[in-house]
Nanobody, 126 residues
Framework: QVQLVESGGGLVQAGASLRLSCAGS????????MGWFRQAPGKEREFVAG????????SYADSVKGRFTMTRDNPQKMVYLQMNSLKPEDTAVYYC???????????????????WGQGTQVTVSS
């Protein structure tokens, strides 16, 4: 199991950009698909972006497609979420997650992920 720590959240105005980082640990990090999820107050946790173990394949929720980009740096055991053109509806706690299954492709199902970070708050004001 890997340990994950997110950073980079904050309070920004609509239209601004933020880059979230997720630092991982453990030997298996580079073999695990990763995901970003978010949860707004009173709402269920939702998929934002996913990436396969190598970084060659990504997927995005329709609500963020074209604005967010997920990347990974396996030697550094880091995952990133570049968020551009932020909107108030992007306000949420953002979580980084590592898949339970090695060498797989991305997933948008929370139950497929076995390790979660503590979350980082993103607040977008109008």
């Amino acid at each position: 199991q890997v340990q994950l720590v997110e950073s980079g959240g904050g309070l920004v105005q609509a239209g601004a950009s933020l880059r979230l980082s997720c630092a991982g640990s453990g030997r298996s990090f580079s073999t695990l698909p990763m995901g970003w999820f978010r949860q707004a107050p009173g709402k269920e946790r939702e998929f934002v972006a996913g990436i396969n173990y190598s970084g060659a394949s990504t997927s995005y929720a329709d609500s963020v497609k074209g604005r967010f980009t997920m990347t990974r740096d396996n030697p550094q055991k880091m995952v990133y979420l570049q968020m551009n053109s932020l909107k108030p509806e992007d306000t949420a706690v953002y979580y980084c997650a590592a898949s339970k299954t090695r060498w797989g492709t991305w997933s948008n199902v929370p139950d497929d992920f076995g390790s979660w970070g503590q979350g980082t708050q993103v607040t977008v004001s109008s």
